[in-house]
C-alpha cells in the first residue's frame, strides 16, 4: 500500500537536507544567531572560517533551488519506498515544491510535493491527482536545531580543511568528513550495520560563501551499500519563487 505519510516527510527532508550540509561540519550555532565574520578574499581559510562566513552570508538566503539523485542504490523490498532522485524549490522558512522519482512496489512512478507551513499536498502516483495530507511534516521544524535534521550538527568527525574544487562551473571550498549512520535513522529507517560511517563532503561557494553541493556516500538506509551515493546540488539562491497550495 502507497505510505503517503511515510513518503512525503522523507521527500521533505531531502529538500530541506541543504540546511544541515552548510552546518555538519561546524560546532557553531544556526546562521540567524548571531553575526560573523566573512573570509578574507583570496585567502584559503580554515574550516572554521569557511562555515563561519557561510553561516553569516546565509542569513540573507531567502529562496533556493535543489536537486537530488541517487547513484548505486542497493535492492529494495516490494514494502519499501525509495527515492531515486528529487528536484524543486524552497522558499524559507516553511514552503516546498517538487518532484520525487521513486520505487514504490518494485515500479518507478513519479509524484508531486507541495508544503505550506504544516500542510503537505501530494499527487498519488496512480490517478496523479492531488491528496492532502495534514501534520505529516512542518519543514520549520527543521529549521529549529533541537529538532529533525539539524540535530546532526557536532556529530560529524575527522573533518578535512577546505580544498579547491568546482560544482557545476561555481568555484568552491570543498571539505569532508564523516557521519554515523544511526544519526540518519530517523528518516531512513535504518536497518543498518550498528557503527555504519558515512562519508559525507559539502562544497561551499568561494565568492557568496553559499553551500552549492552535499555527497553523503554509504549505507544510510536498508538495502544501501557501501558505495550508495546521494548528492545534492543547490542553486538559484534568492530568486523570485511563488509556492502556493494546489486546487483541490
Given at each position: 500500500?502507497f505510505?503517503?505519510?511515510i513518503?512525503?516527510g522523507?521527500?521533505?527532508i531531502?529538500?530541506?537536507?541543504?540546511l544541515?550540509?552548510?552546518?555538519l561540519?561546524?560546532?557553531?550555532?544556526?546562521?540567524?544567531?548571531h553575526?560573523?565574520t566573512?573570509v578574507?578574499?583570496g585567502?584559503r581559510?580554515?574550516?572554521?572560517q569557511?562555515?563561519?562566513?557561510?553561516?553569516k552570508?546565509?542569513?540573507?538566503?531567502?529562496?533556493f533551488?535543489?536537486v537530488?539523485?541517487?547513484?548505486?542504490?542497493g535492492?529494495?523490498t516490494a514494502q519499501?519506498v525509495?527515492?531515486r532522485?528529487?528536484n524543486?524549490d524552497?522558499v524559507?522558512?516553511?514552503?516546498?515544491k517538487?518532484?520525487?522519482?521513486?520505487?514504490?512496489s518494485?515500479q518507478?512512478?513519479t509524484?508531486?510535493?507541495?508544503s505550506v507551513?504544516?500542510?503537505?499536498?501530494?499527487?498519488?502516483?496512480i490517478?496523479?491527482q492531488?491528496r492532502v495530507?495534514?501534520?505529516?511534516l512542518?519543514?520549520r521544524t527543521?529549521?529549529?536545531?533541537d529538532?529533525?535534521?539539524?540535530?546532526?550538527?557536532?556529530?560529524?568527525?575527522?573533518?578535512?580543511?577546505p580544498s579547491?574544487?568546482?560544482?557545476n562551473?561555481?568555484?568552491?571550498w570543498?571539505?569532508?568528513?564523516?557521519?554515523?549512520a544511526?544519526?540518519?535513522a530517523f528518516?531512513?529507517?535504518?536497518?543498518?550495520?550498528?557503527?555504519?560511517?558515512?562519508?559525507?563532503?559539502t562544497?561551499v561557494?568561494?565568492?557568496?560563501?553559499?553551500?552549492?553541493?552535499?555527497?553523503?556516500?554509504?549505507?544510510?538506509?536498508?538495502?544501501?551499500?557501501a558505495q550508495?551515493?546521494?548528492?545534492?546540488?543547490l542553486?538559484?539562491?534568492?530568486?523570485?519563487v511563488?509556492?502556493t497550495a494546489p486546487h483541490?
Amino acid at each position: 500500500m502507497f505510505s503517503s505519510r511515510i513518503l512525503v516527510g522523507r521527500i521533505l527532508i531531502f529538500m530541506m537536507l541543504f540546511l544541515a550540509s552548510a552546518l555538519l561540519f561546524s560546532g557553531c550555532s544556526l546562521p540567524w544567531q548571531h553575526n560573523t565574520t566573512a573570509v578574507a578574499d583570496g585567502t584559503r581559510p580554515t574550516a572554521q572560517q569557511l562555515l563561519t562566513a557561510l553561516q553569516k552570508n546565509f542569513r540573507s538566503v531567502s529562496a533556493f533551488h535543489v536537486v537530488m539523485k541517487e547513484d548505486n542504490p542497493g535492492s529494495v523490498t516490494a514494502q519499501q519506498v525509495q527515492i531515486r532522485s528529487a528536484n524543486g524549490d524552497v522558499v524559507m522558512p516553511d514552503k516546498v515544491k517538487g518532484q520525487a522519482t521513486v520505487m514504490l512496489s518494485g515500479q518507478s512512478v513519479t509524484v508531486n510535493l507541495i508544503s505550506v507551513g504544516g500542510n503537505q499536498f501530494i499527487t498519488d502516483p496512480i490517478t496523479g491527482q492531488w491528496r492532502v495530507i495534514k501534520g505529516v511534516l512542518d519543514p520549520r521544524t527543521l529549521t529549529n536545531p533541537d529538532t529533525g535534521i539539524l540535530s546532526l550538527i557536532n556529530k560529524a568527525r575527522n573533518v578535512s580543511q577546505p580544498s579547491d574544487d568546482t560544482v557545476n562551473g561555481v568555484p568552491c571550498w570543498r571539505v569532508t568528513g564523516q557521519l554515523n549512520a544511526r544519526y540518519l535513522a530517523f528518516f531512513t529507517g535504518g536497518g543498518v550495520p550498528a557503527g555504519a560511517m558515512l562519508q559525507m563532503s559539502t562544497c561551499v561557494g568561494k565568492a557568496d560563501a553559499l553551500p552549492y553541493q552535499l555527497k553523503v556516500t554509504g549505507q544510510a538506509a536498508a538495502g544501501d551499500t557501501a558505495q550508495t551515493t546521494r548528492t545534492f546540488l543547490l542553486s538559484n539562491y534568492n530568486e523570485n519563487v511563488s509556492i502556493t497550495a494546489p486546487h483541490i
